[in-house]
């Protein structure tokens, strides 16, 4: 007969609520290639990764902040850049001779319409094969950042202490941010003309 208490110790990343290693299991059973989207309070992560016995491989990876040195002068933190960074993911994947993947969120929320979605669709245009429901990606007006203008003008226009404090580090580059439309459609039009490295495979 038991006398002491009964009871199995957590994982440290689940404890910490990094890791969900059940979900983590069945990815790395099914043997695909995994999407990984981590989004910070600073940028956007977009990763391939392959699962190895040794641990992970990145095979590709995108960072939104590479978006600056693609014309880009946006945030790199809001859902145009999270699409863009998508896309980037999606392009260097080929260049390394991958096709296809399954989406990793880990322990974030699947929010339809949100940034993750927006990085998931990005990289699908960008020729990845990724199930996943086209509900859950954001329409075309918000990944060009078109919300993201017509907020800015609104806040200009009818308060212009607010307009500063949310956009003041961005408009300090002199950046118009209500032309954000435009820039994605260049930046994405750059990604996308980019030169493929050859697959190493």
């Not at 990343?13 to 600073?42: E, P, W």
Request: charged letters at 25%; proline letters at 5%.
């Amino acid at each position: 007969m038991a006398t002491g208490p009964r009871y199995k110790v957590v994982f440290r990343r689940r404890r910490q609520g990094k890791t969900d290693y059940h979900a983590r299991r069945r990815m790395i059973i099914s043997n695909h290639h995994r999407l990984v989207v981590r989004c910070t309070g600073k940028r956007i992560l977009v990763q391939i990764m392959q699962a190895l016995p040794q641990g992970d491989r990145t095979v590709a990876a995108a960072d939104s902040k590479q978006l600056k040195k693609l014309g880009w002068r946006g945030g790199v933190k809001n859902l145009p850049a999270a699409y863009l960074t998508g896309y980037l993911a999606g392009h260097l994947s080929h260049s390394n001779g991958v096709s296809s993947a399954i989406l990793d969120i880990g322990l974030s929320q699947p929010i339809p319409g949100g940034r993750i979605f927006a990085a998931v669709k990005g990289a699908i245009d960008a020729g990845l094969d990724i199930p996943c429901a086209d509900k859950m990606f954001p329409s075309e007006k918000r990944i060009r950042g078109e919300h993201i203008a017509a907020y800015a003008k609104d806040l200009s226009e009818n308060a212009p202490q607010t307009f500063k404090r949310q956009f003041g580090q961005i408009t300090k580059g002199r950046v118009d941010i209500t032309q954000i439309p435009t820039m994605f459609d260049k930046t994405k039009s750059k990604i996308g003309t980019s030169p493929r490295r050859r697959s190493t495979k």
